[in-house]
C-alpha cells in the first residue's frame, strides 16, 4: 500500500469489482425470496382464509343443529340433516373424484360403495323427507352411488 490511508491496492480493487454482481445478485435473491414469502401469506390470508372460515362456520351450523336436535329428541329431524350432509359430501366427492390421487380415489371408492350399501340395506330410512325432497339432489346423489367416479379410476 502507498501512503495514503484506506487506499486499496490493483489487485483489491480488482477483486471488489468481481464480487459486486455476486452481492447484488444474492441481495436481490434474497429480497425475491422475501417478496415471494410476503405474498404467498398475503394470499392465504386474503384468498384461502374467508373460504375455511366459511367452511368452518358451515360445519359449525350443522353440528349445532344436530346437537340441537338430538338435544331435544327430535331424533328423526338429525338424522335427516345427517343424511342432507352426507348427500352434499357424496356429490361433491363424485364432482372432484378425477382430481384426486390413486391412494384417495381408492378410499373415495370404498366409502361411497359403502354409504351405496347402508343405503341399500337400509332404503325406507333414507326416503324423502321435506328436508331432502329436491328430486334433482336426490337424482344425482343415486347416479354417484350407483356409480361412483372414484371406483371408475381404480378398475
Known amino acids: 500500500m502507498s ?12 477483486m471488489l469489482k468481481l464480487m459486486i454482481p455476486y452481492v447484488v445478485a444474492v441481495l436481490a435473491a434474497i429480497a425475491i425470496f422475501v ?10 390470508g386474503r384468498a384461502l382464509a374467508p373460504e375455511l372460515g366459511l367452511r368452518n362456520v358451515s360445519d359449525l351450523v350443522t353440528d349445532y343443529a344436530l346437537l ?36 384417495l380415489a381408492k378410499s373415495a371408492c370404498r366409502i361411497m360403495q359403502k354409504v351405496a350399501k347402508q343405503r341399500a340395506d337400509n332404503a325406507a330410512k333414507y326416503s324423502p323427507t321435506e328436508s331432502t325432497s329436491d328430486p334433482d339432489v336426490r337424482r344425482i346423489v343415486a347416479a354417484a352411488l350407483r356409480n361412483p367416479a372414484a371406483c371408475t379410476r381404480t378398475n
Not at 417478496?35 to 392465504?44: E, N, P, V
Not at 357424496?90 to 391412494?103: C, E, K, L, N, T
Open 35 to 44: 417478496a415471494g414469502a410476503w405474498a404467498a401469506s398475503w394470499f392465504m
Open 68 to 103: 340441537y336436535s338430538l338435544d331435544a329428541d327430535k331424533v328423526d329431524k338429525a338424522r335427516a340433516l345427517l343424511v342432507v350432509q352426507e348427500d352434499m359430501h357424496v356429490m361433491s366427492i363424485d364432482m372432484d373424484a378425477p382430481y384426486f390421487s390413486d391412494d
Open 3 to 14: 501512503g495514503s490511508y484506506g487506499a486499496m491496492a490493483p489487485e483489491e480493487n480488482s
